[in-house]
């Protein structure tokens, strides 16, 4: 009998170790690459639509205080661009309002919060200077077309890598959240559809705590 009980484990597995390798100076990040590029993106990432206790340490997931962030993430900028976009599901379960107001990521030299408007009948992006409200029982969605963090000065993250940003909240602080980064141009997260099949499979297994 192999030792991994069924695929989803063996997946999981994959990841863990692709996210060990790649953060061990020892190992060339080809072979971390290769690991990561093994283990099917979809059955891993995201299995946090509901349950905050289970969203903490899953990629694209968070909660510091009252926030929780969801499917979290960003896709490879064209080649020469030197901004791309970042998008998270925003939950505020306090009592009072807060809002992201930054953030920082080692890819880029800065982080915008940026809504899109109508300016002169054409769609146009612009930064929130006060940053992005979430009120109390709200959520707010960060998506191509409305509101999204904008990573300036970037050097693009990979499609099929993860990679780690820091988003800044008024009242709740700091919070580190992996961004799965998707392939040039896609519009949706990479590794969660709404509606995907993938929950039955697994949803009575343990994976991770
Ligand atoms: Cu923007």
Do not use: C
């Not at 863990?16 to 020892?26: N, Q, W």
């Amino acid at each position: 009998m192999s030792y991994f009980q069924n695929a989803q484990m063996r997946t999981t597995a994959l990841k863990l170790m692709g996210a060990l390798l790649i953060s061990s100076p020892l190992t060339s990040p080809a072979i971390a690459q290769a690991i990561l590029k093994a283990a099917p993106i979809s059955t891993t990432l995201v299995h946090s639509v509901s349950g905050a206790k289970h969203t903490a340490h899953k990629a694209g997931s968070a909660k510091i205080g009252e926030i929780t962030i969801e499917q979290a993430w960003t896709r490879q900028a064209p080649p020469g661009a030197k901004v791309v976009g970042g998008y998270a599901r925003i939950t505020n379960s306090g009592k009072a309002s807060d809002s992201l107001v930054g953030g920082s990521a080692s890819f880029a030299e800065r982080i915008e919060v940026h809504e899109m408007k109508v300016v002169d009948e054409v769609m146009r992006m612009a930064p929130l200077s006060n940053g992005l409200e979430v009120k109390p029982g709200e959520t707010v969605e960060l998506k191509p077309g409305s509101f999204h963090l904008m990573f300036m000065g970037a050097t693009s993250p990979k499609a099929g890598d993860i990679v780690p940003v820091t988003l800044r909240f008024k009242n709740a602080g700091e919070v580190k959240v992996m961004f799965p980064v998707g392939p040039i141009g896609v519009k949706s997260a990479p590794a969660h559809k709404d509606g995907h099949g993938d929950h039955g499979k697994h949803g009575k297994k343990k994976h991770g705590s």
